[in-house]
Every structure is written in C-alpha cells, then in structure tokens.
C-alpha cells in the first residue's frame, strides 16, 4: 500500500483543514487508517484512528482526547481516500501530520509500530 498525505498549510487559530490521505495499490477496505503528528523535538504521537467494512456499512473510529470533538476521521470509499477534518484548530496542533496504515485485526492502535505502511507528512502550521 502506497500512502499519500496532503492538505496541509497554514491556518489561524479557531481555523479549520482538511487532511487527505489517498492510497494506491490496494483499497482501504479491512484497513486500519492512522493519523499521527509530530512537533519538532517531540516524539510522534496518535491522533485519531478508523477502521471501516468494505461498503462502508460498519465503521470505527477513535480520537485522542486532545482532538476529541474538533477532529473528524472519514473515509470516501470511491477515492479510497481517508479524510482527517481539522477544525477549532489551536496552535499545539501545529505539528507535521502522518497517515498510516495495517491490516485490521480488531480495535484500533494509538501505537506507530503497529502500523506498516505510512505517508509522507503533510506540515500544519496554527497561528495565534
């Protein structure tokens, strides 16, 4: 699976983003689909996670509860494209944003090396 992340950029404080992460090679159907970030000199840490039946029917998802509420995970079955909604942006979420993904095996993982496949970052920048 090849991952690849976009949609970052600049955004004030109390703005809103829309991260994509588009997968080529298979679809994301019996996937688990990460969002991670990383600030600089911080380590790398979960965001928001999702898993989702091959047509969508059934779905999973879970958030850190720095994101609880502000951040959506999504999934666009036809684009086989996982969405990350960004909104109430704060300046701490400034930080360079991952997706990444594995096999579904049951719950979702908040743990990076559990996930074999991942995207290039895509930077998000929160001004106050």
């Known amino acids: 699976v090849q991952l690849q992340a976009s949609g970052g950029g600049l955004v004030q404080a109390g703005g809103s983003l829309r991260l994509s992460c588009a997968a080529s090679?298979?679809?994301?159907?019996?996937?688990?689909v990460g969002w991670f970030r990383q600030a600089p000199g911080k380590e790398r840490e979960f965001v928001a996670a999702g898993s989702w039946s091959g047509a969508g029917t059934y779905y999973n998802t879970y958030y850190a509860d720095s994101v609880k509420g502000r951040f959506t995970i999504s999934r666009d079955n036809a684009r086989n494209t996982v969405y990350l909604q960004m909104n109430s942006l704060k300046p701490e979420d400034t930080a360079v944003y991952y997706c990444a993904a594995d096999r579904w095996r049951g719950g979702l993982s908040q743990v990076p090396s559990e996930y074999a496949y991942w995207g290039q970052g895509t930077q998000v920048t929160v001004s106050s």
């Open positions: 090679g298979r679809t994301f159907s019996s996937y688990a």
